[in-house]
C-alpha cells in the first residue's frame, strides 16, 4: 500500500512537473517572441529612419553653404579701399583736363594793338587817344595826294587822311615854349626824330610845287583805314622838302607815342 502511494505521488509530481514545463514554454517563447519582434521593429525603424540620416547628416553642410556664402565678404574684394585707390587714378582726369587747356582755344582771337596815340614829355596836356577821339577833331584834319620818293629812285603817290600834327601839339597838347625836338616812336622801336621847325613847316610835291602838305598822323590810306590786326592805327605822312627830297622812308607805321624834348 505504501509501495502503491508512493508511486501515485511520484506519478502526480511528474504530471504537475510536465505541466509546469508546458505552461512556462510559451512564455519564454512569448518573451523571445516578443523579443523578437522589438528587434524587428527597430530594425524596420532603423530602415524607415535611415532615410532621414542622410538628411540629418546633411545638415551640417547648410552652414557650410552659408559659410560659402559669406566668404566673398572676406575675400580681397571687400578690401575695395586699395581697388578704389587704383580707381583713385581716375582723380587723373583733370591732368586730362589740363592737356586739353594748353591746346589751343578753337575760338582764339588775333592780338589787337592798342588802339590809343599818346603824346608825352613837353606839354601842358599829355593825350592818350583813341581813334574816334582823333577823328572828332574836325578842326585840324588833313586830306590829300601826297609824292614820295624812297631810296631806289621809285615815285608814286598815296592819298591820307588824317590830323595835322604841329596843330595837334599846339592846341591839343600844349606843346611847352622850351620843347626843341620832337621824337615819333613806332610800336616795334623804330624812331624818325624831327626839330619843332621841321613840324611847322608846310612840305612840297616835286611834280607840282604849288601844292603845300602839312605833316599829319593818318589813320586812313587810299580810302581804307589801317588795321588794329597789324598794329597801332597810325602812320605819319611828310612831304617832300625840296626837289629830289627821299620822303617815304620818314613815313613811319604803328606809332605808340609821340614824345616831346
Do not use: R
Not at 215 to 240: F, R
Request: hydrophobic content about 35%.
Amino acid at each position: 500500500m505504501k509501495k502503491l502511494l508512493i508511486i501515485v505521488f511520484a506519478v502526480i509530481f511528474i504530471l504537475a512537473g510536465c505541466s509546469a514545463e508546458k505552461t512556462d514554454a510559451p512564455a519564454a517563447n512569448g518573451d523571445s517572441n516578443a523579443a523578437i519582434e522589438e528587434n524587428n521593429n527597430e530594425i524596420i525603424k532603423g530602415e524607415t529612419e535611415a532615410p532621414d540620416e542622410p538628411e540629418e547628416a546633411g545638415k551640417p553642410e547648410e552652414p557650410i553653404e552659408s559659410e560659402i556664402e559669406e566668404i566673398p565678404e572676406e575675400t580681397p574684394e571687400a578690401e575695395q579701399p586699395e581697388g578704389d585707390a587704383k580707381v583713385d587714378s581716375s582723380k587723373e582726369l583733370p591732368v586730362t583736363a589740363k592737356t586739353t587747356e594748353e591746346a589751343p582755344p578753337v575760338d582764339e582771337q588775333p592780338v589787337i594793338a592798342e588802339n590809343v596815340l599818346k603824346v608825352k614829355g613837353l606839354v601842358d596836356n599829355e593825350l592818350s587817344l583813341s581813334l574816334d577821339e582823333l577823328k572828332g577833331m574836325s578842326d585840324i584834319i588833313f586830306e590829300a595826294d601826297f609824292y614820295w620818293l624812297n631810296n631806289f629812285g621809285t615815285t608814286g603817290y598815296t592819298h591820307f587822311k588824317g590830323v595835322k600834327l604841329w596843330d595837334l601839339l599846339e592846341s591839343k597838347a600844349l606843346i611847352k615854349s622850351e620843347a626843341s625836338k620832337i621824337s615819333i616812336t613806332a610800336q616795334d622801336g623804330y624812331i624818325m626824330e624831327f626839330t619843332i621847325e621841321q613840324v611847322k613847316m608846310e612840305y612840297m610835291d616835286e611834280t607840282n610845287p604849288d601844292n603845300k602838305y602839312p605833316m599829319i598822323i593818318a589813320w586812313e590810306e587810299n580810302g581804307e583805314e589801317y588795321s588794329t590786326n597789324e598794329g597801332a592805327p597810325y602812320k605819319l605822312a611828310v612831304g617832300q622838302k625840296e626837289p629830289g627830297d627821299i620822303n617815304k622812308p620818314q613815313w613811319v607805321s604803328n606809332i605808340d607815342v609821340i614824345i616831346i624834348e
